[in-house]
């Protein structure tokens, strides 16, 4: 069961804050999934919809490693109405019949990874978006790749809400809670992201990204120039709801499995979903359909240092 929580708590999170608490119950051979209400971020999330997506990956890795062991995970999201932090079971029965897809993701659990270094111009097949598309779907959630003029307006999207956190005192607080310049190597850190995993300043290219660092040097930091043509996928859920945002969640993280798989980099531009008033735009304006949760980018890059994760002690209780 230890050895399934590790592989859980590889999942992305917002700023790397991974806001989850795994229980489980030996008797019923059932764990809980929990929200860490202490690890919330006030002002960049404070409808929690971003932890729940952190929360969503980390259960779709659950499911993938108790499938991978041979085990069904049973799933039933929000599964008490009185206890909002309770935000999954997963019960583990019979054999996995059935699920050689989920299988088929396990060794990617550990190589994924975000990477904040520029990718290569190189366009990805579509056969390769046509699969991530259909992960998305087979999760609940929709995944489209917005192209010239859409994808324009969501790079001027995620480039004014890169401009207004540079100013704005809360997103500065929340950067400074969850960065750490002054942890150089691996190993200094147990959360958050560290100065080794920011990735080059950008100095040229389109690519939408966030610099960790804010206002603050780190020392011998490079600068580069990103990818001039940014390979961006929107995943959108058709209602906005806590059980939506789990959803999310495990379609987001399902995609990215799928994504290292096919040889592919990422990592994310959640700026403009940090604002509810750019956050809407970037629906796609044709189809005008569903929520989005989550932008995408997707590419072939190299190879970069992961962030950091809590010892499993940390996060696991383990009951009769």
């Excluded at 917002?14 to 999934?33: D, E, I, K, L």
């Excluded at 956190?165 to 958050?192: F, K």
């Excluded at 990735?199 to 001039?228: C, I, L, Q, S």
Aim: aromatic share 8%.
């Amino acid at each position: 069961m230890t050895a399934l929580v590790h592989d859980a708590a590889a999942a992305p999170s917002m700023h790397n804050a991974q806001p989850w608490r795994f229980r489980y119950f030996q008797g019923s051979r059932t764990f809980h999934v929990r929200a860490d209400l202490d690890r919330v971020m006030p002002h960049s999330d404070p409808d929690t919809r971003g932890l729940h997506l952190g929360c969503g990956a980390a259960l779709l890795n659950l499911r993938v490693a108790v499938v991978d062991g041979g085990w069904y995970p049973a799933v039933r999201l929000l599964p008490d109405p009185a206890d909002p932090a309770l935000l999954a079971t997963v019960q583990l029965t019979g054999a996995a019949i059935g699920e050689s897809d989920l299988a088929a993701l396990y060794s990617a659990i550990h190589q994924r990874h975000s990477s904040r270094f520029p990718f290569e111009e190189t366009e990805i097949p579509q056969a390769v978006r046509t699969a991530l598309g259909d992960a998305a779907r087979r999760e609940g959630a929709m995944l489209t790749f917005p192209t010239d003029w859409h994808l324009q307006e969501v790079l001027e999207l995620v480039q004014e809400a890169e401009a207004r956190n540079i100013t704005d005192r809360g997103s500065d607080q929340d950067l400074e809670q969850w960065t750490h310049i002054d942890a150089p190597s691996v190993g200094t850190a147990s959360d958050g992201v560290p100065a080794y995993a920011f990735g080059p300043r950008k100095r040229g290219g389109k690519a939408p990204m966030r610099d960790f660092a804010g206002t603050r040097p780190v020392a011998g930091r490079a600068a580069a120039d990103f990818e001039g043509s940014p390979q961006l996928a929107l995943l959108s859920t058709s209602n906005d709801r806590p059980e939506d945002w789990l959803r999310a969640g495990q379609a987001m993280e399902r995609v990215l499995l799928l994504a290292t798989v096919e040889g592919l980099s990422s990592s994310f531009a959640t700026q403009a979903l940090e604002w509810t008033d750019l956050r809407w735009p970037l629906r796609d304006p044709v189809s005008g359909r569903g929520f989005t949760q989550m932008v995408l980018r997707l590419g072939y890059g190299p190879e970069s240092p992961s962030t950091p994760r809590r010892p499993v002690p940390e996060v696991l209780d383990i009951q009769p």
